[in-house]
């Protein structure tokens, strides 16, 4: 974890062995919320398909798998998370013919096969897509690790990112591109977990360690460094910092 980005083939799709981080009951309570998890039981409102009239109006909302989608500076200010987050709604799929042979079209889907879903209080596998037409913010209480059923690996990372490049503004990339780009936050996922560990279940107090010069004597026994400077090359380091010593 602690090695630059390898170089990667470019790719429109990715086999759940390499897409997928943790899935099921195998995804860890205490990793952050984080960008391209996938949740189930999230209510989720039905807008009405006219326009209504100004005032209070009945909503009615239904229970729904969905994926985080912004980067993790849009779903974080500070320790804390933003109020909304922007989510996609996922839907089990028969198959993915609309992705074409070479899977680059459906460009407003991201494939999720063989995701886990609970089936009478089992787990079973089916195919998926989160639905980046249709994206939606919502309260972030409305997502819980208790209830996240998929994290995504550095490449279904660097995947998401190029999907949603060349939905959101046409924009071409490679993997190996998107996957270089999105190496300093994965890495930082660790971090902020270890954080969460160490730290009573919270996040309180990590952005200022990160950006605070302070003596780490694995990385320097005299001067002062910044942790997050080493983000991209010292992750075990700045992991066996902050487990060795609880936070203030």
Known sequence: MTT??????????????????????????DRPVFQGDVYHGVP????????????????????????????????????????????????????YDNFGPERAGAMDK????????????????????????RLVSIPNRYLHTSRRMACLSHLGLGLLAKRLLRFQIRMPSTLANTTAYTFRQWNESFV??????????????????L???????????????????YLDGALDVLIEEISGKRPE
């Open 4 to 29: 630059p980005p390898p170089s990667v083939d470019d790719a429109e799709w990715l086999e759940p062995e390499h897409l997928y981080h943790q899935v099921g009951s195998a995804c860890e309570i």
């Open 44 to 95: 989720l409102p039905v807008m009405p398909s006219t326009p209504p009239e100004p005032g209070k109006v009945l909503v009615d909302f239904v229970e729904s798998m969905v994926m985080l989608v912004p980067h993790p500076c849009q779903c974080y200010h500070g320790d804390k998370l933003r109020p909304r987050l922007t989510v996609a709604p996922v839907t089990e799929v028969p198959h």
């Open 110 to 133: 991201f494939a999720l096969p063989d995701l886990p879903v609970l089936l009478g209080g089992k787990e079973t596998v089916a195919s998926h897509v989160a639905d980046f037409g």
């Open 192 to 209: 902020m977990q270890a954080w969460i560990r160490s730290n009573g279940g919270s996040l309180k107090g990590f952005s200022d360690w």
């Open 211 to 229: 950006r605070t010069p302070q003596v780490i004597p694995a990385l320097d026994p005299v001067h002062p460094v910044v942790p997050g400077d």
